[in-house]
């Protein structure tokens, strides 16, 4: 298997992979015309030429101040892991947690302090808790006390 950053032209199958999630169909729609996300912080991991798992992300960003453990921290800058995707025949094959650890050295490259991720409360939320929880990645009490649990970030610091 090889990670590797997206480029356009994996746009059509990107929009083969997201057909399995009914809830996104626009994306997959737009994917198939070749507009879709590309570049650092876009991973795919591609088995025999065709791409069978998929992360896109930004390591440009300075908005975690929503957890109350980061707001006092001299370098906010900060990457966050916006969607993940693998192919249901590859999700034991490791494929998520190389793909996870790909963005996570980019993002220590990025000189960031922290990684974070907002769980899908559409999925199956204990599941990708225990999943990134193996990868070091913690639920952060969110600045806001009343957004409920299901919700809360989870992150991962790094040296910066």
Request: glycine share 6%; charged share 25%; net charge negative.
């Amino acid at each position: 298997m090889k990670i590797r950053i997206a480029t356009h032209h994996d746009a059509p199958q990107l929009a083969e992979l997201l057909k399995h999630w009914h809830r996104h169909e626009f994306e997959s729609k737009r994917y198939a015309n070749r507009q879709g996300p590309y570049g650092p912080g876009t991973h795919v991991a591609e088995r025999d030429g065709t791409i069978v798992g998929w992360l896109t992300g930004s390591h440009a960003n300075e908005n975690a101040n929503e957890m109350e453990d980061y707001a006092d921290r001299p370098n906010r800058r900060c990457s966050v892991l916006l969607a993940m995707y693998v192919d249901v025949a590859h999700q034991d094959d490791g494929i998520g947690t190389d793909l996870v650890e790909t963005f996570l050295q980019e993002s220590e490259e990025a000189g960031n302090t922290m990684a974070y991720v907002h769980p899908d409360a559409t999925a199956d939320q204990e599941q990708l808790w225990r999943f990134y929880e193996r990868l070091g990645f913690t639920l952060r009490r969110p600045a806001n006390r009343r957004i409920s649990r299901q919700n809360w970030p989870m992150a991962r610091d790094s040296a910066g």
